[in-house]
C-alpha cells in the first residue's frame, strides 16, 4: 500500500530546485508554477509554441496553442512574479505529434496523441532542453502525484481527485523524466472548482478561462475532416462480417474501433439493433460493421513498454486503463523476452482498438504503458 509514503510535491522540498514551469495559458498550469514558488523553488515560467500558425488551434474550449495562449501565459508569469520566455517547438510537434497522428490513423490503428506529446514533447525535448540549461526539473499542471521513497526512487501515482486524474497520459514516463517532472496539483486533495478559487485568489485572470477539450491541433473537433485534408479521399466498402456490401465510405482512416455513429449504412441490420465498426483494413480499405457483442475482447498484445520505474518480472495481476476518460478492468500481463506484453482480461472489455495505450495499475501505482498491437475476440470476425 502506499498511503504512507511521504508525496513530494506536498512537502517544503530539502532544497531550492531550479525548476522550469509549462505554462500552457491555462489555469492549471498557471497555479502549479504560482505553487511551485510558493514551495520555495526558483521558478522560470515558459510557454511551448507548437502551432507554426498560431492562430489556428483553439475555437472556443477546444484546442490550445493560440497567440491568446501565449499571452494568457505571460500575464500569470507576471503575477505570480517569474522570468518568461516562448519556446518555438513547432516543427519538433508537427513531425512527433501530428505527423505521428497521421500515419497511424492511415495504418488503420487509434492513437493518443497527448501521450505522444508528453513522451516527446514535454518530457524529451523541453525536459532535455531544460536539463541542458540547468534546470533541476520541469513543472506541469498534471493531475497526478510523484512519491518519492526512503532509497529516494520516484514512482508515479494517481491524483488524489479521481475526477481529474491525467496519469494514463504521462504513463509513457520513464524512470529518469519522473526523477525530473513536478506535478503541484496532483498530491493535495483539491478539486479543479478550488483551483479555480486559487487562481482567483491569487489575482490570475485565467481563473474563469475554460478548460481545452479533444485534440489541441484540431481546434473544431472534426478529426475526420482534418484526416481528409491530408490523406485525401479513397472510396472503399463498408461490409457486415460475413463481407456482404452495406454501404461506402471515403476513407477508411475515417473510422475508429467501436464507432456506432456516422457509418451511413443504408438499412437497419436483420435484428434491429445497431452496428459498430468491428475492424478496419487499410490494405483492402475496407471498414466491417457488426453487432456490440462482437466488440468483446479477451486479450491482447502490445509493443513499445515503457515503465515507470523496473520493468516487471513474470505474469502478475494489475487493473488497466485503456483510454484517457476510461475506468479501470483487472487484468492478467506479462512481459515477454521479446518485449511484448501479453494480457488478458479478467472479464471482456470492448472498444479496444490497435494503436491505443494501455496503461497498468497497481493500486494507485502507474506501473507503465505500452501500445496495443492485436486483439483477441471473443467471437472471430470471417476472414
Known amino acids: 500500500m502506499t498511503e504512507n509514503l511521504p508525496r513530494s510535491e506536498s512537502l517544503p522540498h530539502p532544497r531550492p530546485l531550479r525548476v522550469l514551469a509549462a505554462m500552457s495559458g491555462g489555469v492549471d498550469s498557471a497555479v502549479a508554477a504560482a505553487r511551485a514558488v ?101 513543472c506541469t499542471g498534471h493531475y497526478a502525484t510523484i512519491v518519492t521513497k526512503p532509497d529516494g526512487t520516484r514512482e508515479l501515482h494517481r491524483a488524489s481527485d479521481m475526477a481529474k486524474d491525467q496519469s494514463y497520459v504521462l504513463g509513457v514516463l520513464d524512470e529518469r523524466q519522473l526523477a525530473h517532472a513536478m506535478f503541484p496539483l496532483g498530491d493535495t486533495l483539491t478539486t479543479k472548482e478550488e483551483i479555480r478559487a486559487e487562481a482567483e485568489r491569487r489575482g490570475l485572470a485565467v481563473a474563469k478561462k475554460p478548460d481545452s477539450h479533444d485534440i489541441c491541433f484540431i481546434a473544431d473537433g472534426d478529426t475526420q475532416g482534418f484526416l481528409a485534408k491530408r490523406l485525401g479521399t479513397a472510396e472503399g466498402d463498408i461490409v457486415d462480417e460475413a463481407g456482404n456490401k452495406l454501404g461506402s465510405h471515403e476513407g477508411a482512416y475515417g473510422f475508429t474501433i467501436g464507432q456506432r455513429k456516422g457509418l451511413r449504412i443504408g438499412h437497419p441490420a436483420p435484428d434491429g439493433k445497431p452496428r459498430y465498426v468491428l475492424d478496419i483494413s487499410p490494405v483492402t480499405n475496407t471498414v466491417t460493421v457488426g453487432p456490440a457483442t462482437s466488440l468483446d475482447v479477451s486479450a491482447l498484445t502490445a509493443i513499445k513498454p515503457r515503465w515507470c520505474g523496473t520493468p516487471p518480472t513474470g505474469p502478475a495481476t494489475y487493473t488497466a486503463q485503456l483510454r484517457a476518460h476510461g475506468g479501470e478492468t483487472e487484468v492478467r500481463a506479462e512481459l515477454l523476452p521479446s518485449g511484448t506484453l501479453e494480457v488478458t482480461f479478467t472479464e471482456p472489455v470492448r472498444g479496444v482498438a490497435p494503436g491505443q495505450a494501455i496503461v497498468l495499475y497497481d493500486d494507485t501505482r502507474v506501473v507503465g504503458s505500452a501500445t496495443i498491437a492485436t486483439t483477441t475476440r471473443t467471437t472471430t470476425i470471417p476472414a
Open 38 to 138: 510558493e514551495a520555495g523553488h526558483d521558478v522560470t515560467g515558459v510557454h511551448l509554441a507548437l502551432s507554426a500558425n498560431p492562430q489556428s488551434f483553439r475555437t472556443g474550449a477546444r484546442g490550445c496553442c493560440t497567440i491568446e495562449d501565449s499571452r494568457d501565459a505571460r500575464r500569470a508569469a507576471d503575477v505570480i512574479g517569474i522570468p518568461f520566455y516562448c519556446w518555438d517547438l513547432a516543427e519538433r510537434f508537427r513531425e512527433d505529434v501530428v505527423e505521428d497522428f497521421v500515419a497511424e490513423y492511415e495504418a488503420g490503428r487509434t492513437p493518443n496523441p497527448c501521450l505522444r506529446c508528453n513522451e516527446k514533447i514535454k518530457f524529451a525535448a523541453l525536459l532535455d532542453k531544460a536539463l541542458a540549461l540547468g534546470f533541476d526539473a520541469v
